[in-house]
């Protein structure tokens, strides 16, 4: 079925003009009052609703089409009141909500088709999403099925569907984990400040997926830790028959119509889903780590790159190729900059002067031609540019110096805090950024906390007030 065959045909035309930002809050104002247990929405009600958030109405402005659909007799005006029932009734033409009169009282009533309130509940699910907790998909599949296997009652067959409800939302949130983490990678080729990256990495990549999705996966919601008993308790009730029958059982009460044989299969697809999900879900988590693991050393190389204080033509060659990437697609900024180049560059025609140039017989010599170098495009010369210089600083850092500056600052404490660790230099800064981006290594001997969300000025660097515990 087509979108437009449920929903009317400019259903979103609000969305095209200036004032789309106040119809997104006005119809959150609506879902808000929705929310808060009002079946019935009085239409006075929305109108003050909208009236009370002054700031934002008052920046409404009436458009064209707007003037020139109007009836001859109907004026608008800048007050307040008329804009806010302009809105309302912007909002009805378009098919977001029905307005109904009461034939006893004359009260209007709003009322939201199903399609709206799914799509408000989505709008405002994107909004919030930094406050939304972590969903422990897999261990609360895991205990429900657990405590069932236990017990035994009348609720089995609603576990199944949980679980089954549970595993399809987990996939997605891996795939979304796995695509949120690319878009920080693609993003990371277009940044080319130093301050930019860390807080990219630290301030929203750590705090909002890494913190909040990744470490928790790896942890306390650990699919590699529940997998095996979640298949095993279902693989136990697939095979046996009492179970089995009782699930059918079960399932049959809402499903009148349906045969057993119909419900029985049903519920196979469900258990086979399952697990046949849980045991795939391997590569899909590796695809995870792959991804987590480029971020954080492309992040870190990109770093040690564009902090690379070489004044040498090696150091300029780059500089001019970082602002040439930098504006790539920008014409206008790339021929200023490649018509600077070409006037300030000038050939000469070279000659040299040896122990036989001041002796007769004067010798001349004239130099052969041979093969010219062949040239290289921009791209291959700033790739074989940044492979060098990644090459050169690949060494440098490796995980045993990572590790020994840790070591080191540790001494003979089990715990320390992040101003117990001497900066003395950018190697050693650069180390205590690796030894945070390390600390889910599986050599990593060392536990990260953060303390609380201050920010700590230490040996002239302002970084997040973290703990380094010693693992047992």
Not at 420 to 433: E, G, K, Q, R, T
Request: charged share 30%.
């Amino acid at each position: 079925m087509n979108l437009f065959d449920i929903i009317p045909q400019n259903y979103f035309g609000l969305f095209g003009g200036k004032n789309r930002s106040i119809y997104i809050d006005s119809l959150l104002i609506l879902f808000n009052l929705l929310e808060s247990d009002e079946t019935i929405i009085s239409k006075s009600d929305f109108l003050k609703a909208l009236k009370e958030k002054e700031n934002n109405l008052d920046s409404f402005e009436y458009e064209k089409e707007d003037l020139e659909n109007l009836p001859d007799d109907v004026i608008l005006q800048n007050t307040l009141s008329s804009k806010a029932s302009f809105i309302c009734k912007r909002l009805e033409e378009t098919g977001w909500i029905d307005v109904i009169m009461d034939p006893n009282t004359f009260e209007e009533t709003i009322i939201l088709p199903q399609y709206s309130i799914l799509l408000l509940k989505c709008f405002k699910d994107i909004i919030s999403d930094e406050e939304s907790p972590y969903l422990s998909l897999v261990h609360s599949t895991y205990s429900e099925l657990k405590l069932e296997d236990e017990e035994q009652d009348e609720l089995m067959y609603a576990t199944i569907i949980r679980s089954y409800e549970n595993t399809k939302k987990l996939k997605v949130e891996l795939i979304t984990l796995t695509h949120s983490i690319r878009i920080f990678q693609s993003k990371l080729t277009k940044l080319f400040d130093t301050n930019t990256i860390l807080h990219n990495y630290f301030d929203v990549y750590k705090m909002k997926i890494s913190d909040r999705y990744y470490h928790p996966l790896k942890t306390f919601d650990s699919v590699a830790r529940f997998k095996r008993p979640i298949i095993k308790i279902l693989e136990k009730w697939l095979a046996d028959k009492d179970i089995r029958q009782k699930l059918v059982i079960q399932a049959s009460r809402g499903a009148s119509q349906i045969s057993v044989q119909e419900i029985e299969k049903d519920i196979i697809e469900k258990i086979n889903y399952i697990t046949d999900t849980y045991e795939k879900l391997n590569n899909l988590i590796s695809e995870i780590d792959k991804e987590n693991n480029n971020y954080t050393k492309s992040s870190a190389n990109k770093i040690l790159f564009l902090n690379n204080n070489d004044k040498t033509v090696k150091g300029y060659l780059e500089n001019i190729m970082k602002i040439y990437a930098k504006n790539t697609n920008e014409p206008r900024v790339l021929s200023k900059i490649l018509s600077k180049m070409q006037d300030s560059t000038y050939f000469y025609d070279q000659g040299y002067i040896d122990s036989n140039s001041i002796t007769l017989p004067i010798l001349r010599k004239i130099r052969e031609n041979s093969e010219p170098m062949e040239l290289i495009t921009f791209e291959e010369a700033n790739d074989y540019l940044l492979d060098s210089f990644l090459e050169e600083t690949k060494s440098i850092f490796t995980d045993e110096k990572v590790y020994g500056f840790m070591e080191q600052a540790f001494g003979d404490r089990d715990r320390i805090g992040i101003k117990d660790i001497p900066l003395i230099n950018f190697d050693a800064f650069v180390c205590l950024i690796l030894a945070v981006i390390k600390k889910d290594d599986d050599s990593c001997f060392y536990y990260v906390n953060e303390v609380d969300d201050r920010r700590i000025h230490t040996y002239g660097y302002v970084v997040p007030n973290f703990e380094f515990i010693k693992k047992d």
